[in-house]
């Protein structure tokens, strides 16, 4: 019996898996622990739109919601892997595929996690901070994981995917010019990427017309504490601003 690990659906062999750095659209075939049926997908013929309907499939609802009960509660593990089972049944969707990065994320499993979110942007709009925030049961945990993340990436600022998933977070994050650099730093590394290409293009034509600050990096904080007039109330825990980029000495690596 073969036994289906979630990661080898972002794993080698798919986008930054190793030397082919483009991810399939979709698995072709796969075996869920627990499910006495085989789950096959075929793969979306080159230059054919995948048709909607992922919404019908009531089993991917079902690992869907049990994945994001999980994730709430704090076991990432479970969460992962329930959505990584969700993302099987469910290919055409770009929130089940960005859920399951940030499964990943949490976890600390990078590769895989940056291979979810390709997929994700690739089949939809990045989320913003408010539909992150949703899938913490208190959304301050986040912080603790994108520090993990930008220490990750500091250390490996040759991984282009490490790079591309933390410029992701910075773009969820409302963080444009750090996700800029970040995605300017995966063309160097990997010029065939079109769609990393695709959104430094629009990021910078943005900032080209937007007249609001500059987003300067901020040293590690709590979220919200780059505003602290606005403290938030003690009934509520959940913070209302982004937590924002961290400023390390392995910040400047990842444009060297």
């Known amino acids: 019996m073969t036994i289906y690990v979630p990661s080898l659906l972002y794993g080698s062999g798919f986008y930054y898996g190793g030397t082919y750095p483009y991810y399939p659209r979709y698995p072709v075939t796969d075996i869920v622990v627990g499910e006495p049926r ?11 739109a995948p048709v909607d309907g992922d919404e019908e499939n009531e089993v991917g609802q079902r690992y869907l919601a049990e994945a994001r009960e999980a994730f709430r509660r704090g076991d990432y ?12 049944e469910l290919p055409r ?3 089940v595929h960005q ?11 990078y590769r895989p996690a940056a291979a979810a979110a390709h997929v994700g942007l690739e089949l939809g709009r990045p989320w913003d901070w408010a539909t992150l925030r949703r899938h913490y049961g208190d959304p301050a945990d986040y912080t603790p994981h994108l520090r993990a993340l930008e ?15 933390l410029g992701y977070h910075y773009l ?39 007249s609001t600050p500059r987003i300067v990096p901020l040293r590690p904080a709590a979220p919200a504490e780059d505003e602290p007039q606005e403290k938030p109330k003690k009934t509520e825990s959940a913070p209302r601003q ?6 390390h000495r392995h910040e400047h690596g990842a444009s060297d």
């Open 151 to 165: 220490e990750f990436a500091g250390k490996n600022a040759k991984a282009a995917y490490a790079q591309f998933l």
């Open 93 to 95: 969707s770009s929130d």
């Open 77 to 88: 593990a479970a969460a992962a892997r329930l959505a990584s089972h969700a993302a099987v």
């Open 99 to 109: 859920f399951t990065s940030l499964t990943f994320v949490a976890l600390a499993n």
């Open 242 to 247: 982004s937590p924002p980029p961290s400023e």
């Open 38 to 48: 085989r789950i096959i997908r075929a793969q979306t013929p080159d230059g054919v």
């Open 172 to 210: 969820m994050l409302g963080h444009t010019e750090p996700a800029a650099r970040r995605f300017a730093r995966v063309v160097q590394l990997e010029p065939r990427d079109d769609l990393v290409k695709g959104l430094l293009k629009s990021l910078r034509g943005e900032a080209q017309s937007d």
